[in-house]
């Protein structure tokens, strides 16, 4: 899979490709993350990516032409299945988005900044609008990272125990059990007896239990 996403402050998207699963992901080549930063595909002598909204009001406009420039680009190279843009209003992003994606091939992820993108760019280039949550953010930067993050982890190899994301919150419409490990008890607080058993199926039995119980609530 290969992710490419565009934003006026790439050094915002440094660090959450840096550690951990999602650098492991792209040294093993399972993914590839390109952060492109728009301000070269200004045509402004000031390389600017922003101006002042028509009617007025507070608050830049991100404007169409740098992204015009920097989508052609890359899909003049190849094929994206999805132009993503990160944006409070979009689809609320959730585990069943997150599967659908992780079986794409190209992404590009487009993050707004300022008052966001002139209405053009979401009229004609965009396939999809995505939200993480009903909150403002200053930048559809740590949106990107958080979707990237969540689709990386299901790619075939990314994770060393394949079934461990399937295991996880949501994906069987339930939540995740609770899980404990070493030491068995720590100040009178034990662990349920059940799981030191080493009898598979109860622990199984428990668990999806307790899964149920945690859904419900
Ligand atoms: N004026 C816009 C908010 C702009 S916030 C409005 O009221 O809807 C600046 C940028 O941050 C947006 O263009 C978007 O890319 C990003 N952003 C803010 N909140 C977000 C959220 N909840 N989910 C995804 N992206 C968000």
């Known amino acids: 899979m290969r992710i490419d996403i565009i934003t006026v402050l790439p ?62 680009k890359l899909q003049s190279e190849r094929f994206y299945d999805e ?11 959730n585990q069943t988005m997150a599967n659908e994606l992780s079986l794409k091939k190209n992404l590009i992820i487009l993050c707004g900044h ?36 969540a689709v990386i982890r299901l790619l075939p190899g990314v994770l060393s125990d394949e079934t461990s994301a399937l295991t996880d919150s949501f994906q069987d419409d339930l939540v995740a059990p609770p899980v404990y490990t070493r030491p068995a008890e720590f100040d009178g607080m034990k662990v349920p007896e059940i799981l030191l058993s080493g009898h598979e199926k109860k622990i199984e039995e428990w668990r999806f239990e307790k899964a149920v119980e945690r859904t419900k609530k």
Do not use: W
């Open 114 to 149: 300022y008052k966001g993108v002139d209405e053009r760019v979401r009229e004609h280039f965009i396939s999809r609008e995505i939200s993480i949550g009903d909150y403002v953010l200053s930048g559809g930067e740590l949106g990107a990272a958080v979707v990237s993050d």
């Open 11 to 72: 050094r915002l998207l440094e660090s959450p490709f840096s550690d951990s699963i999602l650098k492991r992901a792209q040294d093993k080549g399972l993914v590839e993350v390109n952060v492109h930063d728009l301000r070269p595909y200004s045509t402004d002598k000031h390389k600017r990516v922003d101006h002042y909204a028509y009617g007025g009001g507070a608050g830049m406009v991100m404007m169409i032409e740098p992204i015009a420039a920097c989508l052609k």
């Open 83 to 93: 132009v993503i843009y990160m944006s409070p209003d979009g689809e609320s992003f």
